[in-house]
């Protein structure tokens, strides 16, 4: 089945970095986009990151400029760099990839979780 494992998350300054990994398993790895979420409290999870099977990144508006994924298929694994991190970028952040079936429904699949804090 399909699974998924982040790690690398923390408690950083403001104005720091972070890397967060995503390892992946049992999907066709090289073929799949993935992407990262996070989500604070009492709010869903939004959108961060888009890193397409070819290696183009797409960023939500927030993080343009500061945060960086990339992957490496030869160790099924992704990662977010976060630079110049801000009290706002905390949260959860979960590593996210999905499958279209025949009928054309997306089924997704997501990590457990890695904790995110920004504070001084």
């Known amino acids: 089945q399909v699974q998924l494992v982040e790690s690398g998350g923390g408690l950083v300054q403001p104005g720091g970095s972070l890397r967060l990994s995503c390892a992946a398993s049992?999907?066709?790895?090289?073929?799949?986009?993935m992407a990262w979420y996070r989500q604070t409290p009492g709010t869903e999870r939004a959108l961060v990151a888009t890193?397409?099977?070819?290696?183009?990144?797409v960023y939500t508006d927030s993080v343009k400029g500061r945060f960086t994924s990339s992957r490496d298929n030869a160790k099924n694994t992704v990662y977010l760099q976060m630079n110049s991190l801000k009290p706002e970028d905390t949260g959860v952040y979960y590593c996210n990839t999905w499958q279209i079936d025949r009928e054309g429904r997306r089924k997704d699949y997501w990590g457990q979780g890695t904790q995110v804090t920004v504070s001084s």
């Open positions: 049992g999907i066709s790895f090289s073929l799949n986009a």
């Open positions: 890193i397409k099977s070819i290696g183009t990144g």
